[in-house]
């Protein structure tokens, strides 16, 4: 399970993606493709349909503060990024520039990663990879920030 949470009202959003893979398609879970009921959906396992392989965009807060949830019960042998967008909305004069973001990863209900960080307006912080192995999970911190980051100018 993945946790976002954040200091103010900002419409901050949290996703997953599958590596390799590319934000803005079903490579990633967010808040465009993977909330109950959506479809199509991110298939991340070999079943068909909605199974405990694939992730579910739990909680999508849009309002401030958090949490949002990324859960996926059976998470596939691979490679994962977490990522989270400070979203641009319509009403963005009345944003604030910048948040407090905190990202925890959860194992089996133990927290297993936790980091925060300021981020801006507009700006993608990929935050963690995360590398699920036959019977080990290990996290590589990223911190990579993109400023300016809009998910129509992804291909």
Same mark, same amino acid.
């Given at each position: +399970?993945?946790? @976002?949470?954040?200091?103010?009202?900002?419409? @901050?959003?949290?996703?997953?993606?599958?590596?390799?893979?590319?934000?803005?398609?079903?490579?990633?879970?967010?808040?465009?493709?993977?909330?109950?009921? +959506?479809?199509?959906?991110?298939?991340? =396992? &070999?079943?068909?349909?909605?199974?405990?392989?694939?992730? +579910?965009?739990?909680? =999508?807060? /849009?309002?401030?503060?958090?949490?949002?949830?990324?859960?996926?019960? =059976? %998470?596939? $042998?691979?490679?994962?990024?977490?990522?989270?967008?400070?979203? %641009?909305?319509?009403?963005?004069?009345?944003?604030?520039?910048?948040?407090?973001?905190?990202?925890?990863?959860?194992?089996?209900?133990? %927290?297993?990663?936790?980091? &925060?960080?300021?981020?801006?307006? &507009?700006?993608?912080?990929? $935050? $963690? @990879?995360?590398?699920?192995?036959?019977?080990?999970?290990?996290?590589?911190?990223?911190?990579? +920030? /993109?400023?300016?980051?809009?998910?129509?100018?992804?291909?």
């Amino acid at each position: +399970m993945v946790i @976002l949470e954040w200091d103010n009202v900002a419409d @901050l959003d949290l996703s997953l993606r599958i590596e390799p893979g590319d934000y803005c398609s079903l490579d990633t879970c967010y808040w465009k493709n993977c909330k109950e009921g +959506m479809s199509p959906r991110p298939e991340w =396992d &070999s079943s068909s349909g909605f199974t405990s392989g694939d992730p +579910m965009l739990e909680i =999508d807060d /849009q309002n401030g503060y958090g949490p949002e949830i990324i859960e996926v019960n =059976d %998470l596939a $042998v691979g490679n994962f990024v977490v990522a989270v967008h400070h979203w %641009l909305s319509d009403s963005y004069i009345f944003d604030p520039t910048e948040s407090l973001a905190t990202v925890r990863v959860y194992v089996d209900n133990e %927290l297993q990663f936790e980091e &925060s960080r300021i981020i801006a307006l &507009s700006e993608l912080w990929e $935050v $963690v @990879l995360v590398s699920n192995g036959e019977a080990t999970v290990g996290f590589v911190p990223l911190s990579i +920030m /993109q400023a300016g980051w809009f998910c129509n100018e992804q291909t």
